[in-house]
C-alpha cells in the first residue's frame, strides 16, 4: 500500500471493555512497531515485530495488552478490560528492513482511543 | 532508563527567522537520530535523521550531531507558519535484538510568528 493505515481511527471504549486496534503496514515491510501516545507526550514504545515473530515486548504497560501479526504483515493490538489511562492515541510504524539502525520508520494516522 | 530530554516549548520565532530545536539524550551507545514533526492531531513525519557527529543539512533544515556531549540539534532557516508544529527528537541504540525502537523526547512546541 502506499502508506501504513490503522482502523478504527477513533474509538470509545466503556471501562473494562475489550477492543483491538488493526495496523497494515506498507507492502513488504517486514518490521512493525506500535507505540503510544498520551497527550502532552511523545510515543512510548510498546512491543515490535520481525515478520511474524514478536521480538520485543517490553513496552507493553500490563498483561491486558497483547499484540499479534500472525501472518507477518497485518497487526493488531487488543486491550482487554480497557482502564481510563489507557486513553492515549495508539500508533503503528514500519520499517523495509530489520537490522540497520537507519531505516526510516513511517507512521500510520494512529487510533485515538477514548475510555469512559 | 534510556532519556530523551527536549524543552516543551512553546518556542516562538518570528516568520523568516532561524528556530534553533534542541534535544540531549542519555544512552551513549545511541546510534542514530531522528527529528519528526507532528502536526496537531496527525501522526509523526519524519524530518531529518542524522548517524554522524557534524551538520546534515536538507532544504531548510540542518540537523546537528554531538555525540561526545550527547546532543542532538535541528535548525529551521526560513521560518515560516507552515513549520508550526511539535518536534519529536528520537533515538535508537541500534541494537538489532531491540529492532531499532525509538525513544522519543516530549516534543518541543513550534510556533511561527507572523
Known amino acids: 500500500g502506499a502508506g501504513v493505515s490503522q482502523s478504527p481511527r477513533y474509538k470509545v471504549a466503556k471501562r473494562g471493555q475489550d477492543v483491538a486496534l488493526r495496523c497494515d503496514p506498507i507492502s513488504g515491510h517486514v518490521s512493525l512497531f506500535w507505540y503510544q501516545q498520551a497527550l502532552g507526550q511523545g510515543p512510548e514504545f510498546l512491543t515490535y515485530?520481525?515478520?511474524?515473530?514478536?521480538?520485543?515486548k517490553s513496552g507493553l504497560p500490563s498483561d491486558r495488552f497483547f499484540a499479534e501479526r500472525p501472518e507477518g504483515s497485518v497487526s493488531t493490538l487488543k486491550i482487554q478490560r480497557t482502564q481510563q489511562e489507557d486513553s492515549a492515541v495508539y500508533l503503528c510504524?514500519?520499517?523495509?528492513?530489520?537490522?540497520?539502525?537507519?531505516?526510516?520508520?513511517?507512521f500510520g494516522p494512529g487510533t485515538r482511543l477514548l475510555v469512559l | 532508563q534510556k532519556e530523551v530530554e527536549q524543552n516543551s516549548g512553546p518556542l516562538s520565532v518570528p516568520e523568516g527567522a532561524i528556530a534553533s530545536l534542541n534535544c540531549t539524550y542519555s544512552?551513549?551507545?545511541?546510534?542514530?537520530f531522528f527529528w519528526y514533526r507532528q502536526y496537531s492531531g496527525k501522526s509523526p513525519e519524519l524530518i531529518m535523521s542524522i548517524y554522524s557527529n557534524g551538520d546534515k543539512e536538507d532544504g531548510r533544515f540542518t540537523a546537528q550531531l554531538n555525540k561526545a556531549s550527547q546532543y542532538v540539534s535541528l535548525l529551521i532557516r526560513d521560518s515560516q507558519p507552515s513549520d508550526s508544529a511539535t518536534y519529536l527528537c528520537?533515538?535508537?541504540?541500534?541494537?538489532?535484538?531491540?529492532?531499532?525502537?525509538?525513544?522519543f523526547g516530549t516534543g518541543t512546541q513550534l510556533k511561527v510568528e507572523l
Open positions: 544512552d551513549r551507545v545511541s546510534q542514530s
Open positions: 528520537a533515538v535508537n541504540d541500534g541494537l538489532t535484538g531491540g529492532g531499532n525502537k525509538l525513544t
Open positions: 515485530f520481525q515478520n511474524e515473530a514478536q521480538l520485543d
Open positions: 510504524a514500519s520499517t523495509r528492513a530489520a537490522g540497520p539502525f537507519q531505516e526510516t520508520q513511517y
